[in-house]
């Protein structure tokens, strides 16, 4: 049975989640498992992950509605990566709910060391915003789309921190359209793998409207900061990749712990 504390904590982290997200982009996401399991309370890993699918796949909806209204979005190419995509989810989804929760998370750790390091060593790049999707570059699009969608079907993240440099790599595609063009990925990987989760009942739905709820109101707030913040923006993603960090190894000592 849920009650109004673990309720409310859900909406407390679901505007941490999304007012990190708004403010720092790709990444912001890596924080809704482990807030799931140990600020909420869901002991059970496989539904804090298919919980977490969910309420990230709503809030970068929201957030590419935001990016399309300004024309921020390559339709095609998002689109063409987020096909092959949900098709690397479902499958890493499925893999991931065979694996022991405990061992899950460890590993979930793991991978949020690669991101603080992604994060701290962030930079900009060139590119073009004219970039289109054909014969000459669909192949590594396909290719990048189904091993980004994989990982985050496995660990149930949205994966904006990998699909930014994927659609970057494969399409030239310059920084700033990538982030709103990820979105649509983020979007369709996290739907994939929340059915796949929920297929299984591994989905805690009144939790899941909290931390939504939460999330949207953190990145309006998340958003409106950091565009008066775009001159720190790398200060930014230093700070948030040191809370990562420490979230982190606090995740994998108490993973060797219950091991």
């Known amino acids: 049975m ?22 720092v982009g790709g990444g912001g996401s890596i924080l809704a498992v482990p807030l799931m399991v140990y600020v909420v309370g869901v002991r059970n890993p496989h539904v804090a992950i298919g919980t ?25 190419c998002g689109g063409v990566f987020a096909a092959a995509g949900v098709i690397g989810a479902l499958a890493g989804s499925t893999l991931g709910k065979a694996i022991d929760g405990q061992k899950l998370l460890l590993l979930f750790a793991l991978l949020m060391l690669v991101v603080a390091a992604a994060m ?22 396909l290719g990048f789309g ?8 496995f660990f149930g ?11 970057t790599a494969s399409t ?4 700033h359209r990538a982030i709103g063009t990820s979105l649509v990925a983020v979007s369709a990987f ?33 958003t409106a900061a950091s565009r008066r913040l775009a001159a720190s923006k790398g200060v930014l993603n230093r700070l948030f990749a040191g809370l990562i ?14 091991l």
Not at 193 to 209: H, M
Not at 247 to 258: D, E
């Open 245 to 258: 960090l420490v979230v982190a190894l606090y995740m994998i000592a108490r993973g060797f712990l219950a």
């Open 157 to 167: 993240i949205g994966g904006g921190f990998l699909i930014v440099p994927s659609l």
């Open 172 to 175: 030239a595609m310059g920084i």
């Open 120 to 141: 701290y060593r962030n930079r900009a790049g060139e590119g073009s915003d004219a970039v289109t999707c054909n014969r000459d570059n669909i192949a590594k699009v």
């Open 146 to 153: 189904f091993g980004t969608g994989s990982l985050s079907g």
């Open 2 to 23: 849920i009650g109004p504390l673990q309720m409310l904590l859900a909406g407390l982290s679901g505007t941490g989640v999304g007012f990190t997200l708004g403010l």
């Open 52 to 76: 977490s699918a969910l309420a990230v796949a709503v809030n970068a909806l929201a957030g590419l509605a935001s990016h399309a209204r300004i024309g921020n979005v390559n339709w095609r």
């Open 190 to 222: 996290g739907l994939a793998t929340a059915a796949n989760y929920a297929f299984s009942g591994l989905i805690d739905w009144p939790v899941a409207g909290a931390f939504i709820g939460g999330g949207v109101l953190g990145s309006l707030a998340g």
